[in-house]
């Protein structure tokens, strides 16, 4: 059952709020007036005024996910409230003399006000560095989220946070529970837009993924979401140009990490020409290089994450798979996939041995031992970051920091040849 408390730090449309708590709230109309056009206050979009319903009025059709808001309606904002002061980091590792130096300047940065872009390699450890940073805003009272633009990486998230944090926390995405007000909150980006002046410390993760990269309405919702003092700090380990741009302007202060937390450098991608994917699957063969480079990956025991571009294809493909290696556990995960998260676990065990996923799998999620084919490396949906960050998944344990990791393409790509200069940069920053 919802409480008063629950709705601090939150902007609701009226009718989400139950009447008895409609009294407590500031409220204020859904849009405002920007010269002859109307700004909706929840997306920081434009509305299109021909988005026009029978009773007359407008709507807002950016946000609607969350509820309609038209040109009659109220928004419901509950101001947010100090918590009980606390000690919640229960993590008792220690961080290598390089993550310290990062998890350092992030603790600093947040006493000084100053908001923060910290580019890490993948596999650097950059969720352990933000641990110091959580809790001291947490300790004294504070709100904190962390957000990302994909469910399974905040799924992943909630998990070693909760690990790691003894304080109450809540994880808000597009199928979760209802809200419970809690002082550190996981959510993915698109949650921020339920949330106004709540946090005083906003971490988002993988800020360059897709949908939150050059979003404008979720880049509102994450401005909003902050306290007029508080501060955000970006996560990446393939920043974009926008980033970079605000670095240059001093609107951000720059936080550099280049090796991994082993110490090991990145693995480096091999490109391997193959052709005709597709030509041999409809014989339902694969091609004979392709196929020579799996069987000979099988039979080191390593499990194989294999990406496909699309979802069509590699269903097919991954039966295809089936077919040439009948005694593999083999499975396939997109974003339409309903039992996905349970497929990753199965996989993470190593009950699936071979996995074909689409860039789903891209970021956000680590498998030890792994090695890592990327099947049409060619593909115009693998761009420079989406490579970097595949071949990010490779190589981050300490048991085995190396791996095999091929792009098999029929062309070299633009994409496919700056993320291999990209990788080799970073390992020359790392002293590689």
Known sequence: METLEDFYGRRLPKERVPDVFVQQAETMPAFKKQGNSDICLRCGQKVDKATVLPTGNFYCRTCMVFGRLTSTSQLCYFPQAAFPK?????????????????????????????????????????????????????????????????????????????????????????????????????????????????????????????????????????KHAVTSDGVTVYLTATSTNALEKMVKKGELQKLHLARRFHANPLVVPKPIWQENVLKNMAKQRLPRTLHHHIKKQRQTAFPLLLFYPNIKEGQQFAKCLERHFPDEKIGFVSSRTENRLELVEAFRKQEITMLVSTTILERGVTFPCLDVFVIEAHHRLYTRSALVQIAGRVGRSMERPTGELLFFHAGLTKAIKQSIEEIKDMNKKGGF
């Open 86 to 222: 606390t000690q919640c980091l229960k993590w008792l590792g220690q961080l290598t003399p390089f993550q310290k130096e990062v998890s350092d300047g992030l603790v600093d940065g947040i006493a000084k006000g100053q908001n923060m872009l910290v580019h890490a390699v993948t596999g650097a450890g950059k969720t352990e560095m933000i641990y110091q940073a959580i809790a001291s805003v947490i300790d004294k009272g504070g709100a904190v989220c962390v957000a990302s633009p994909r469910v399974d990486v905040c799924i992943e998230l909630d998990k070693r946070l909760r690990r790691d944090f003894s304080c109450p926390i809540s994880l808000l995405h597009g199928e979760s529970e209802a809200y419970q007000r809690s002082p550190l909150v996981i959510a993915t980006t698109h949650q921020l837009m339920t949330f106004y002046r709540a946090f005083d410390l906003l971490i988002i993760d993988e800020v360059d993924a897709f949908p939150f990269v050059d979003n404008p309405s979720l880049y509102h919702a994450a």
